[in-house]
C-alpha cells in the first residue's frame, strides 16, 4: 500500500499550465504504476495518463484528451510524481485525483489501488 498526497491544485487561464506533484509514503512505491485520473463535476471518474513502474521500463500513456499538451514523470528517490499540465482548456477543469496500482496497466478506475483526496484544478475561460 502506498499513502498519496496531491498539491499544486488552483486557478489558471486558458492556455496556462500548472504543475501537479503527489507524494508518496511507502516503502515499495518504485514497484507501482502510477497515474493521474479527473473526475469534473456531475462525471464519472476518467483516466488522464500513467507511468508504470521502473521494473517496467516506466513507459507513460495517455488519455486522447491528454496527449500533447500534459507530460508524466517520477522521481522514485523521492518518491514523487508529477504531473505538467500544458496548453490548459476549460474542459480540463476537474478535481485531479493521484492514483497508484500494482500492475503494469492502470487506465481504469479498478485498476488502481490506492487513492490520493484530490487537488482542484480550474481553468477560466
Known amino acids: 500500500q502506498v499513502q498519496l498526497v496531491e498539491s499544486g491544485g488552483g486557478l489558471v487561464q486558458a492556455g496556462g499550465s500548472l504543475r501537479l506533484s503527489c507524494a508518496a509514503k511507502?516503502?515499495?512505491?518504485?514497484?507501482?504504476?502510477m497515474g493521474w485520473f479527473r473526475q469534473a463535476p456531475g462525471k464519472d471518474r476518467e483516466f488522464v495518463g500513467a507511468?508504470?513502474?521502473?521494473?517496467?521500463?516506466?513507459?507513460?500513456y495517455y488519455a486522447d484528451s491528454a496527449k500533447g499538451r500534459f507530460l508524466l514523470s517520477r522521481d522514485n528517490a523521492k518518491n514523487s510524481l508529477s504531473l505538467q499540465m500544458n496548453s490548459l482548456k476549460p474542459e480540463d477543469t476537474a478535481v485531479y485525483f493521484c492514483?497508484?496500482?500494482?500492475?503494469?496497466?492502470?487506465?481504469?478506475?479498478?485498476?488502481?489501488?490506492?487513492w490520493g483526496q484530490g487537488t482542484q484544478v480550474t481553468v477560466s475561460s
Open positions: 492514483a497508484a496500482g500494482p500492475r503494469q496497466m492502470l487506465a481504469t478506475t479498478t485498476d488502481a489501488t490506492d
Open positions: 511507502g516503502r515499495s512505491f518504485f514497484t507501482y504504476t
Open positions: 507511468i508504470s513502474s521502473t521494473w517496467s521500463g516506466g513507459r507513460t
